[in-house]
């Protein structure tokens, strides 16, 4: 996947958390983690 990409959809989760009840902000947050967790994979495997 495009690193790009999951960092957009990460900042996504982040801007769609803002003003939700807790559940859905905490899902929310964790997707936008999960997100992070696999730029961070793709960038250590490198090109």
């Known amino acids: 996947m495009d690193i790009e990409f999951l960092k957009q959809q990460a900042e996504r989760c982040r801007r769609l958390a803002k ?5 859905t902000e905490k899902r929310l947050l964790k997707l936008a983690e999960e997100y ?7 960038e250590r495997r490198g090109p």
Do not use: H, I, Q, Y
């Open 19 to 23: 003003g939700t009840d807790p559940f």
């Open 36 to 42: 992070e967790a696999r730029v961070k994979e793709l």
